[in-house]
């Protein structure tokens, strides 16, 4: 391969059809193994889910004094938030001119500073806690390219000004192409966030929390107390259950119909740092596209860095940062996955000639009808029982905000903002109808369409691939691996019932209609589904 090729071109060649290499945050910070629940547990308090809501909730209730447990499914921070872009800003792309149509002013403003204390708190723990994380204060922006969507964004400026930020509208920017408009928020920040969790994961069982993984849940009963089942056995009784789990594995109150999930893909790789943009950029344009660098280990340990390879200014070794690149948003199971990652490398090599694009991963959001996440009581009669969900793509400082606010309800004080999180608020249900029939439209296009449509004989699928086929009345997910086996599931997703797709890049089968993924061994990767896909012979 020779080095005068252009770099695209060389990554394109060492990568064929791109597939996932791995998060870079969770490749950088390993932390240690928790141990399984294995035996009945009683405690005031156990939360499902070790994501940044989840950890965040368990965190404040113990300094609060409550005894609690984490039940975690895979690895601590490893699922969403370990796939993140990793910032923390209260500039959620177009939210606030929204937020005062649809809602008001005053939902504005309690957005606003709810994100925003969620951010400055983070800030104190790290100081307080002497967390390093690569912590580092920019300047976010929300950009357009095209000159007609200029209006939008100068009302968003005026709306998040309004909300109590400090916006403006600008028009100059670090990207190195030129913008129509763009918001900016000064003082906002960006950090490693697995770093950040381990960090307050080992600080909460110092204090007294349990934190269990590969401990996968399966059945709640509501009570006092309430009663949490296992796929090991072991049941947990506890006075309070909060439900963090990204999707909610538990819908008392229909949440999954006010729900969408939308995946992303991110490719990453070292840039000299004389091409960073200096700030955290995002555009709703070109299916998305956000933009940011991080500190860049370099690894050679010399004199004059600090322990992650990086001197005083934050750039890594041989002047390097890490420039991360999110876009190409989809509905899992749906489209080709390489092809979106071809686009994204291929976008960022354009704008960003110097990096060596050799990470790749994909994130996945869960995007609520109405704009608002869902954090607080599970359903219209829930006493005991709470949910975090629906960040909309911003489950970094949402998640941080879940944790006091729900820590605040489950030891009885008032948050200024619970009224707006709630999910069991039905004041918007007119204005968000629109969104939900379309959501459910499209559920029901992929439970009955999918069913329906032609499939190819098992003998065409190659190595590395997946398919759905059809055997008489069942379907089938087939994926031959690449010694040329077969590996044989029920195409049927354990959540619902919804057919998965295989997604060739990740090597995982999905459902388009919840956002449930699993590997080529039927194992769920990602939930609302709580059971692997069933085995089949053929």
């Given amino acids: 391969m020779s080095e005068h090729q252009p770099r695209q071109e060389r990554q394109q060649q060492r990568h064929g059809r791109r597939r996932v290499s791995g998060s870079y945050w969770v490749e950088t910070a390993p932390g240690p193994e928790r141990p399984a629940l294995t035996e009945d547990l009683d405690v005031d308090v ?125 028009t100059e920017t670090g990207l190195p192409f030129p913008v129509a ?22 600080d909460l069982v ?4 349990q934190v ?26 506890a006075r309070h259950v909060v439900v963090a789990t990204h999707y909610p594995v538990f819908d008392r109150a229909l949440l999954f119909a006010r729900l969408s999930p939308r995946r992303e893909l991110v490719v990453a790789g070292p840039v000299d740092a004389a091409e960073d943009p200096d700030g955290m950029y995002i555009t709703p344009e070109e299916n998305t596209r ?3 660098t991080a500190p860049y280990d370099g690894g050679t340990g010399e004199n004059g860095k600090d322990q992650n390879g990086n001197d005083e200014d934050g750039n890594g070794a041989n002047g390097r940062r890490l420039l991360v690149v999110t876009g190409e948003h989809f509905t899992p199971g749906t489209g080709d996955t390489p092809a979106r990652f071809d686009r994204l490398t291929a976008w960022a090599g354009e704008h960003f000639p110097g990096a060596d694009l050799v990470h790749s991963w994909a994130t996945q959001d869960i995007d609520p009808t109405d704009t608002v996440a869902m954090v607080g009581p599970l359903h219209q009669a829930a006493r005991n029982t709470y949910v975090a969900t629906g960040f909309g793509g911003w489950g970094l400082s949402g998640g941080i905000m879940a944790g006091r606010l729900l820590t605040a309800l489950i030891t009885g004080r008032d948050c200024p903002w619970q009224e707006l999180y709630d999910p069991r608020r039905l004041r918007t249900a007119v204005r968000e109808a629109p969104t939900f029939l379309r959501n459910q ?33 069942d379907h089938l997910a087939v994926y031959r691996d690449d010694d040329g086996d077969l590996h044989t599931l029920s195409a049927r997703c354990t959540h619902l019932g919804c057919l998965v797709a295989f997604d060739s890049a990740e090597r995982a089968w999905e459902c388009p209609c919840h956002g449930s993924r699993f590997d080529t061994e039927g194992n769920v990767l990602q939930g609302p589904a709580t059971r692997p896909l069933e085995r089949r012979e053929r």
């Fill in 441 to 473: 439209a499209e559920v029901a296009r992929h439970f009955v369409g999918d069913r329906l449509r032609s499939t190819p004989p098992v003998d065409a699928i190659p190595p590395g691939e997946g398919a759905v086929v059809r055997a008489g009345l």
């Fill in 181 to 202: 408009g763009a918001v900016r928020v000064a003082g906002q920040a960006q950090f490693h966030p697995r770093k950040y969790l381990l960090a307050l994961t080992a």
């Fill in 290 to 292: 956000s933009v940011r």
């Fill in 206 to 209: 110092a204090h007294g929390g």
């Fill in 212 to 237: 269990f993984e590969n401990t996968v849940v399966r059945g709640l009963t509501e009570g006092e107390p309430c009663r949490v089942t296992t796929a090991t056995g072991a049941t947990v009784r």
């Fill in 46 to 170: 156990v939360v499902i889910g070790a994501g940044m809501a989840g950890l965040s909730t368990a965190y404040e209730l113990t300094r609060a004094g409550l005894g609690v447990a984490v039940l975690e499914a895979r690895r601590v921070a490893a699922g969403v938030t370990g796939h993140t872009t990793a910032k923390l800003t209260a500039l959620h792309t177009l939210v606030y001119d929204k937020l005062r149509r649809t809602r008001d002013a005053q939902a504005a403003r309690l957005y606003a500073r709810s994100q925003c204390e969620a951010i400055e708190h983070a800030w104190e723990l790290v100081d307080e806690l002497g967390i390093d994380c690569e912590w580092e204060t920019r300047s976010a922006y929300t950009y357009v390219r095209d000159p007609n969507r200029v209006e939008e964004v100068r009302a968003e400026a005026e709306a998040a000004r309004d909300a109590g930020l400090a916006a403006s509208f600008v």
